[in-house]
C-alpha cells in the first residue's frame, strides 16, 4: 500500500460528458502529481501541484484541469469527454522538501475511464 | 526519437536467470527513476537514482550520467518479477515531469 489513494477505480462515461477524479496523497506530502496512460501514448505526465498552487504543465488538454486543496488532496477534472480520453488516470505524491525537486514518488491505484 | 528509450520491449526468461533491461536517453537529467507496473496496473517507485548504483534485494540499478544510460538488473528471477519495467527521467528544470520509456514486458517463467 502506498498510501495514496485515487477514486473512483473505475468509471463509464459517454462523450461530451465531464467527471473529476479524486486523489489524497500519503500523509505529509506536499506534492501532487497527475499521469495518464493511455494505449498509444503510454505514461505522461500531465500536472503537478505543490502545496496548494501550480508547480508544473505537460501534456494536459485544455479540456482538462486540476487543483490542490487545502488539506492536500487533489482533483483532476476532465471536461467535453472525446473516446481517445480513455486512459488509466495515475496520481503520485512525494516529499519533496522544496517546491521542487526529485523525490521518490509514490503512485496511487488509479482510475480507470472508459468513455463510450 | 523518443527522449526515453528502452530495450527491450518484451523479455522472456525462464525462473532463475539474470535479467538486464536497458534505458538510453537523450536529455539531461536530474534523476532517473525505475518503475514496476504489474498487470493489475498498479505503479510502483523501484529506484530513483541520480549516480552510481543503487541495490534493493535482487533489484539492482545503475546509471551512467555521461553515456545518458541505465540498466536493471534482476538475479535469480522468479515468475513474480513479472510485470512491466518502465523508466522515466525528470529533466534539469527540477520539476518533476517525468519523461516515461515505452517500457519493457517482462515474463518469467516457472
Known amino acids: 500500500d502506498s498510501g495514496v489513494t485515487q477514486t473512483p477505480k473505475h468509471l463509464i462515461t459517454a462523450t461530451g460528458q465531464r467527471v473529476t477524479l479524486r486523489c489524497s496523497p500519503r500523509s505529509g506530502d506536499l506534492s501532487v502529481y497527475w499521469y495518464q496512460q493511455s494505449l498509444d501514448q503510454g505514461l505522461q505526465f500531465l500536472i503537478q501541484y505543490y502545496n496548494g498552487e501550480e508547480r508544473a504543465k505537460g501534456n494536459i488538454l485544455e479540456r482538462f484541469s486540476a487543483q490542490q486543496f487545502p488539506d492536500l488532496h487533489s482533483e483532476l477534472n476532465l471536461s467535453s469527454l472525446e473516446l481517445g480520453d480513455s486512459a488509466l488516470y495515475f496520481c503520485a505524491s512525494s516529499g519533496t522538501s522544496g517546491s521542487l525537486g526529485t523525490g521518490e514518488l509514490f503512485f496511487g491505484e488509479g482510475s480507470r475511464l472508459t468513455v463510450l | 526519437k523518443n527522449e526515453v528509450e528502452q530495450s527491450p520491449q518484451n523479455l522472456t526468461a525462464q525462473e532463475g536467470e539474470f535479467i538486464t533491461i536497458n534505458c538510453s536517453y537523450s536529455?539531461?537529467?536530474?534523476?532517473l527513476h525505475w518503475l514496476q507496473q504489474h498487470p493489475g496496473g498498479g505503479i510502483v517507485s523501484l529506484f530513483m537514482l541520480s549516480s552510481g548504483k543503487k541495490k534493493h534485494g535482487r533489484l539492482i540499478a545503475t546509471i551512467n550520467i555521461q553515456e545518458k544510460h541505465s540498466s536493471l538488473h534482476i538475479t535469480a528471477s522468479h515468475p513474480r518479477d513479472s510485470a512491466v519495467y518502465i523508466c522515466a527521467v525528470n529533466g534539469l528544470s527540477g520539476a518533476q515531469k517525468l519523461v516515461f520509456g515505452q517500457g519493457t514486458r517482462l515474463t518469467i517463467n516457472p
Open positions: 536529455v539531461g537529467i536530474s534523476a
